[in-house]
């Protein structure tokens, strides 16, 4: 059975940092094309950033325009875990943040992790 399971979360000033991991009991971890969604609220589940799965060069980045400049993702294929690192966080990035690992058919989600961002 497949586990992903996110941890980092909690409460923050406007202007913080924090920094999410997503550990992964995936057998071949390296794979898997990974990625952060967040839902706030009455909000539908969004997307946040994404990265690739390493080949003969680092996993390719992607961001959503909210996040850009001020998110970082990052993966470490030997210890099985995905990270966020958000920076000069806002009121309106508060959210449950979920990790997503994807390849091919499998498409596997963690229980998710609360981020709140209050003064």
């Known amino acids: 059975q497949v586990h992903l399971v996110e941890s980092g979360g909690g409460v923050v000033q406007p202007g913080g940092s924090l920094r999410l991991s997503c550990a992964a009991s995936?057998?071949?971890?390296?794979?898997?094309?990974l990625g952060w969604y967040r839902q706030a609220p009455g909000n539908q589940r969004e997307f946040v950033a994404h990265?690739?799965?390493?080949?003969?060069?680092?996993?390719?980045?992607t961001y959503a325009d909210s996040v850009a400049g001020r998110f970082t993702i990052s993966r470490d294929d030997a210890k099985k875990t995905l990270y966020l690192q958000m920076k000069k966080l806002r009121l309106e990035d508060t959210a449950v943040y979920y990790c997503?690992?994807?390849?091919?058919?499998?498409?596997?989600w963690g229980q998710g992790t609360q981020v709140t961002v209050s003064s």
């Open positions: 997503n690992a994807e390849h091919c058919v499998e498409d596997y």
């Open positions: 995936l057998r071949d971890f390296e794979i898997y094309a």
């Open positions: 990265i690739t799965q390493h080949g003969s060069s680092p996993g390719r980045t």
